[in-house]
């Protein structure tokens, strides 16, 4: 069965694929809250495991893992995203385990069920942007095997340094825009609909086939990624940010209020499919 996906949020990506490393990937603040997410993984998949990736972007995450002796099939609903990863790996690694492959979340039932993975991955807000959570984690779990670790990493509702910063300058509405829930960004001059579910919320989706091993914060006292310019005048800011993470990560409530959340499922009893 194939799922519409939103077209605006696909457009979007696509004409974000070319700048996406520059903006984000090689970033101050992109970097450190990367290499927080690449701490949680190492300690979680074991070497020699084949990876699903979900929302792959530009690659680098599966470039990283496939260096520690793991093999991905990587994913994204952009075709330009896509495009750039295979282009990244052709001259960064070109016998790197990796296939990536234009599929959609949403579609991931198009995938062969025969193939079993030992391990499923999304990072950086990927999630936010798939309406049925529910829909995702059923597919997921007829994907890999029992017992297999499944990571995501959402956006927070409540992410408090944007909070301080926006309430600070005056600009309330952007201050608690996530509050809600649900938001409206522009993208390459597209409008995005970005969902922000709670810790709750997500651990209720995935409920009927994975249970919680753990959660971890990321980017608690590490700012959003629009704060770059701040980062690169001040980047002794940015390392005390980064040790302030490294002690409140994953302490219960505060681990919730950085910019995204590393949840970490496992796969377990139940129906799936």
Sequence with gaps: MTVAVENQTVLAFDRLAAKYDEMFTH?????????AVWEVLLDTV?????????????????????????????CDASKRMIERARQRMRSE?????????????????QL??????????????????????????????????????????????????????????GQFRKAFRRCSGVATVKVE???????YPTLRAVRRSFSSHFRMRSCTGIGIAVPPSYLEPLARKHPWLLRLSRRIDSYTSRLPWVRTLGDHMLIHFERAEGQCW
């Design 46 to 74: 074991e070497p020699g495991s084949h990876i699903l990736e979900l929302n792959c972007g530009t690659g680098e995450d599966a470039l990283f893992l496939a260096q520690h002796d793991m093999s991905l099939v990587a």
């Design 93 to 109: 690694d070109p016998e790197a385990p990796i296939e990536f492959r234009h599929l959609a979340t949403e579609n991931l039932s």
């Design 189 to 195: 001059g597209l409008t995005v609909r970005v969902r």
């Design 112 to 169: 062969d069920r025969g193939e079993l993975f030992d391990a499923a991955f999304s990072n950086f807000s990927g999630l936010n942007c798939v309406a049925d959570l529910n829909y995702t984690a059923r597919q997921l779990a007829g994907l890999i095997t029992m017992g297999a670790p499944v990571l995501i990493c959402l956006s927070t509702r409540y992410c408090l340094s944007e909070m301080i910063w926006f309430v600070l300058h």
């Design 27 to 35: 970033s101050m603040i992109g970097r450190a809250q990367r290499e």
